[in-house]
């Protein structure tokens, strides 16, 4: 069994950034891949950005270059920059995980970019 817990999430005004947090109960290093997804209300949950089993990274299009993917194996932690953050970002960001072949998610944390 893996938990994982989201934090840092919140109100911020275009433009401005965000770092997310996702804590695991278990040594990343074991996961076969991780990554963060978001859920806006009405609509379907979408990729963000994750890490690939070998390590590679993939973004949503809409991300590109203003959201940053890293983690740190040490503290079993996965994080997400957002910068220049949009009001179309606004949605619950959750943190995804496979380990083992089992999928795992967390409970998720809000973002919300206001205009």
């Known amino acids: 069994q893996v938990q994982l817990v989201e934090s840092g999430g919140g109100l911020v005004q275009a433009g401005g950034s965000l770092r997310l947090s996702c804590a695991a109960s278990?040594?990343?290093?074991?996961?076969?891949?991780m990554g963060w997804y978001r859920q806006a209300p009405g609509k379907q949950r979408e990729m963000v950005a994750i890490?690939?089993?070998?390590?590679?990274?993939n973004y949503a299009e809409s991300v590109k270059g203003r959201f940053a993917i890293y983690r740190d194996s040490a503290k079993n932690t996965m994080y997400l920059q957002m910068n220049n953050l949009k009001s179309e970002d606004t949605a619950v960001y959750l943190c995804?995980?496979?380990?083992?072949?089992?999928?795992?998610w967390g409970q998720g944390t809000q973002v919300t970019g206001s205009s």
């Open positions: 890490f690939n089993e070998d390590d590679s990274t």
């Open positions: 995804h995980a496979i380990v083992c072949g089992y999928p795992y």
């Open positions: 278990r040594n990343i290093v074991i996961f076969n891949a």
